[in-house]
């Protein structure tokens, strides 16, 4: 039986999968990111997309606890994971806005 924090996991990670479009999901890799810098590991929030510094897979975050960041993102076979980072190794990623004729596509 899977635990609540295991249902919700598995939750988010399935919104980021279906809830991409296919294009953005395959480009994520080009995102810009930044450092998390102390000023913004202050505005780190729940829902926030990052990766780690040394690069990986684009991951939400999903909870914060003082330096430690929880964080979701699903493996090369779309299943989910989960994992606790320090804020040390991660870098906060920017979407890339596109126009809304684009979106409907």
């Keep these: 039986m899977l635990t609540l924090t295991n249902r919700i996991s598995i939750a988010i990670a399935a919104l980021l999968v279906f809830g991409m479009p296919p294009s953005q999901a395959l480009s994520a890799a080009?995102?810009?990111?930044?450092?998390?810098s102390d000023q913004a590991a202050s505005a780190l929030r729940s829902g926030n997309l990052?990766?780690?510094?040394?690069?990986?897979?684009?991951?939400?975050?999903?909870?914060?606890?003082?330096n430690r960041v929880k964080c979701v993102w699903t493996d090369a076979d779309n299943e989910p994971e989960s994992a606790i980072f320090s804020i040390d190794v991660l870098q906060i990623v920017i979407p890339v806005q596109t126009r809304s004729s684009e979106r409907l596509r």
């Design 30 to 36: 080009a995102l810009p990111s930044t450092p998390v």
């Design 50 to 66: 990052v990766r780690l510094r040394s690069g990986g897979p684009l991951m939400t975050v999903i909870g914060i606890e003082g």
